[in-house]
């Protein structure tokens, strides 16, 4: 405070107490020193005198040890409700709204996606769909290509925490389990939407119930011109399900295929913009439910897919090959003019084929299971 006049006046503030008042100025400076020690990212080791390594310790919740199935389960269900009011046109934009997983999606359109858990790649999460492994054995890259979108999803379970070790080597991070159930009712379901850069989408869902025999078939196409360059896509989905339910009996058959072209514009090298590649997937699988006192739950699949990668994309407003030589259909809307020792594309074509049984009961002991899986890639 800065006071320029002082009033003697009976009626002043400092006048009426009756004191000597001594107004002064007081100085205070404050200095924080830190070391530059102190602030670099390496720090913590230059003042461990030597590495110590822990023993092997027994996790005890109570007064006896944690037996392997009270480990923690961390498990996260998406409904089916959550699913019609995300504000998503695929499950791979509803899969970012989860707190648990992380998912990169290369491309719109649900065309290709990264799934991450706790950290790790997309090749360490396993991806089930009603229970069967469809993991792509060449990348994981491939595994979220399926043959349904969420219309036809009834929930999604996800998975992780050293529980996973249930479902084998391949979920290092997590699992991740795509559910569809067809309906005890009739009914149908279409969907439709559009937008800019030519985008389309459709989708038709049918339930068909007769007694004890359910069916899901359901049908998903879209299509875009891409956004920016080389970034246009089409994709089919086809996929039936059949239930036949007898007492506590169920037969599970189930057919799938999926179709993916794109344009992969800086999807794996954004130094090369003109990438294509077109994905097809076949899928089907028989299982049994059975049992009361012993459930059993015996089932056989087989999943097919085939990969065309082009690092430059072959068509008529693109590229050609003739002789051994990538030459340019149109030199004023591509990059190169002729690549030469670019002559021929990449094909592969991976076959898995999976058998697995279930057995579990329950006692008073508590409930005992034995699984066992044999898979061929």
Known sequence: MNFRKFSRKSYAAFHSMHKVICISTLCATCCIIASSSGVTAQSD?????????????????????????????????????????????????????????????????????????RGGSFDHTLVLFNGINISDPQTGHLSLILPVESEAISRIEILNGPATRVHGTNAFSGVIN????????????????????????????????KKNFRNLIHYQYGHSDGYTYNTDYNKHNLFYQGQLHSHENILDIQLGFAFREFGANGFYSPALPEQFEHNQMIFTSISYKSGRII?????????????????FREDRDWYRIENGICISNDPSKTSRDTIDWYSQHNHHINDVFGAQLNLSTNTKLGT??????????
């Not at 159930?181 to 279409?190: A, D, R």
């Not at 459930?295 to 690092?311: A, L």
């Open 45 to 117: 080791t230059i003042y461990l005198p030597k590495i110590i390594n822990l023993e092997e310790v027994e996790i005890v919740g109570q007064k006896s040890p944690v037996q392997f199935d009270e480990l923690p389960r961390l498990v996260t269900i998406i409904s089916s409700n959550e699913i019609e009011s995300a504000p998503s046109h695929s499950f791979h934009d509803l899969l970012r709204y989860t707190a648990a997983i992380d998912n990169r999606q290369r491309g719109k359109g649900g065309i290709q996606s990264d799934l991450s858990i």
């Open 178 to 209: 795509f559910v569809t159930h067809p309906s005890e009712t009739n009914s149908i379901k279409l969907t439709a939407s559009a937008g800019e850069y030519g985008y389309t989408e459709t989708s038709l869902t049918v339930n068909i119930s």
């Open 295 to 311: 459930k059993i739950e015996p089932g056989i699949y087989w999943r097919r897919h085939r990969d065309r990668f082009e690092y």
């Open 368 to 377: 005992t299971s034995f699984g066992w899986h044999i898979r061929s890639e």
